[in-house]
């Protein structure tokens, strides 16, 4: 992966360089928040940081994929956001950086709680597809429940390949 979403997240490599165990969830508000993970990641690997990457989503029923089996084996009293941290614990015992990739909180009733849960979350918004008003909500939304909104990321929208 190359070009803008690389650049940024180096530079949010660069910036969270400083501290080590962080935790950050990549909101998509409509692209796929893949390349700048693995971008994120890559970056993070260079600075000698050990990165986990992990995509949360939701089951049809809203429960949190990445929490359901966890769940069951760590906590088994059924709630999502002990869950979550409980997850999210076990992740980071094996690696210094742990970056979720979650869904707009529109189509992934968990993204909020992951939010929740982390220690920063990152906007990835596309540009002449992400609206304005769709990422004040996002960041309404998130404010209300004191989640910190660590950086946004602009990527270009995906061109169509020339046939």
Not at 44 to 72: C, E, F, H, M, N
Not at 94 to 101: F, G, K, T
Not at 108 to 124: E, F, K
């Amino acid at each position: 992966a190359t070009g803008l979403p690389c650049v940024a997240a180096g530079a949010l490599a660069a910036k969270l360089a400083a501290e080590r165990r962080q935790s950050l969830l990549l909101i998509e508000m409509h692209r796929e928040a893949g390349p700048v993970a693995t971008c994120l990641a890559d970056a993070l690997a260079r600075q000698g940081s050990r990165v986990a990457v992990v995509d949360v989503r939701d089951r049809g029923d809203g429960t949190p994929v990445a929490a359901v089996a966890k769940a069951t084996a760590s906590n088994g009293n059924g709630s999502t956001g002990h869950a979550a941290e409980a997850v999210l614990h076990d992740l980071e015992a094996d690696a210094d950086v742990v970056v979720l990739r979650a869904a707009r909180l529109e189509r992934s009733p968990s993204t909020l709680m992951w939010a929740r849960v982390v220690g920063g979350t990152v906007l990835v918004a596309e540009r002449e597809r992400t609206m304005a008003h769709q990422l004040r909500a996002t960041v309404d939304a998130l404010h209300l429940v004191a989640v910190p909104i660590v950086g946004t990321v602009l990527a270009e929208p995906r061109r169509p390949l020339a046939g």
